[in-house]
């Protein structure tokens, strides 16, 4: 029928996006397994992510302590990536700095704009990102103990493309990359040790496992004409 079809259409929708948070994560510990140095990791994490169609650009910033803040992009990639080169960005006070990027450096956690058209704080950039085909986006920190600080952000082709649901997986996301960053030999700035990638793909295949089946969870309590078959995906995907 018709309202089954419906239903069904709501439960494919929820399940992508469910699965995005999911696919940052994998695309997060294949990136770390794949650099060697810091830049390295940055730039295979934005290759990987700009590759998919729903991302009209995704970018790594370091977020600077001049006087202006600035967030400098480092690392770019996806078809509208001339964005973070030509977009104003900040980590203070101004609308400039109140944007996703900024926010999630000043509070240290993950921050998202479900819909650029309508979201206040995306005003400074609404017409910049429009566009470029932006509707959406998500900005995750990435803060070390000590040191530079530095920000991954994706932006999205369509609206809500980043469910709030979600963010304890871009939390993870978030503490992984930075633990990442901290794992950087001091004395080799750029050579991430043996026993810290050990290390780190242990607690990844562990994260990703409970990721997999907190999401499975998640989007089964969306719709339960999906019931079972998440916890059956999530075996096989482990």
């Not at 978030?174 to 780190?200: C, G, N, P, Q, W």
């Not at 295949?205 to 999906?226: C, F, H, N, W």
Request: hydrophobic share 35%.
């Amino acid at each position: 029928t018709y309202h089954s079809i419906d239903a069904l259409k709501r439960a494919q929708i929820s399940l992508e996006r469910a699965n995005m948070a999911l696919r940052i994560l994998v695309a997060t510990h294949e990136a770390i397994s794949e650099g060697k140095t810091q830049a390295g990791i940055f730039w295979a994490l934005v290759q990987r992510i700009g590759q998919w169609p729903e991302c009209a650009c995704v970018w790594i910033g370091e977020a600077r302590n001049d006087d202006e803040k600035r967030i400098v992009p480092i690392a770019w990639a996806g078809s509208a990536s001339d964005f973070a080169t030509s977009a104003e960005l900040r980590w203070d006070d101004s609308p400039y700095g109140c944007g996703p990027s900024g926010t999630c450096i000043k509070t240290g956690s993950p921050s998202l704009i479900s819909d650029v058209r309508e979201e206040e704080s995306s005003k400074p950039w609404r017409e910049l990102s429009e566009s470029f085909g932006i509707r959406s986006g998500i900005s995750i920190p990435i803060i070390p103990d000590d040191g530079p600080k530095y920000l991954l952000h994706i932006a999205g082709r369509s609206p809500q493309l980043f469910p709030m649901e979600d963010s304890g997986t871009y939390e993870m996301i978030s503490k992984v990359l930075a633990f990442t960053v901290r794992s950087i030999d001091t004395e080799f700035r750029y050579t991430l040790s043996e026993s810290a990638r050990t290390e780190m793909a242990d607690r990844l295949q562990k994260a990703m496992q409970g990721s997999i089946a907190a999401l499975a969870t998640v989007v089964e309590k969306r719709d339960p004409y999906t019931s079972g078959h998440q916890h059956r995906v999530a075996e096989l995907a482990v």
